[in-house]
């Protein structure tokens, strides 16, 4: 598959100059690219659920990475408690669209997944993460 496709180009302006979050920002970016990519030559099924197991392995890393660096200078805080809960409805919302893969067409599924993820990486990553990482 030719990785011509990038809707969300990475900008040296997302660093929030923590490395560890910014490598796993920079893996977000990469999802939402390659989706883009699978969206415009209509993968199939199998090869949706193989971006479902790394979308899934991205918030797995994605919420340990942050945590454990969080909970160092935010423990028990209430912008670390409601960082978490974010975290929680990420996993509840990916997990609602997966379902939707079987009502909806594959494309829509994908359109759907897309723009969820890049109101993700613009809300929670470069304002909510970024904030965290200047406080």
């Known amino acids: ?21 910014d490598e796993q920002h920079r893996q977000l970016v990469d999802l939402i690219n390659m989706l883009a990519r699978h ?18 392995e991205y918030a797995d ?6 945590e454990s660096i969080w909970s160092q200078y935010f423990l028990d805080d209430e912008l670390e408690i409601e960082h978490k809960k974010v975290h929680h409805k990420f996993i509840e919302a990916v997990l609602d669209l997966k379902g939707e893969e079987n009502t909806k067409p594959l494309n829509q599924v994908v359109a759907d997944i897309l723009m969820f993820l890049t109101h993700w990486l613009a809300y929670h990553i470069l ?5 965290m990482a200047k406080i």
């Open 127 to 131: 304002d909510n993460d970024m904030h």
């Open 61 to 66: 890393l994605h919420f340990r990475t942050e």
């Open 1 to 21: 598959m030719k990785n011509t496709v990038e809707i969300f180009p990475w900008n040296d302006n997302f660093n929030t100059g923590i490395d560890s979050i």
């Open 39 to 56: 969206m415009v030559h209509q993968s199939d099924n199998q090869t949706l659920n193989s971006v479902f197991t790394e979308l899934s």
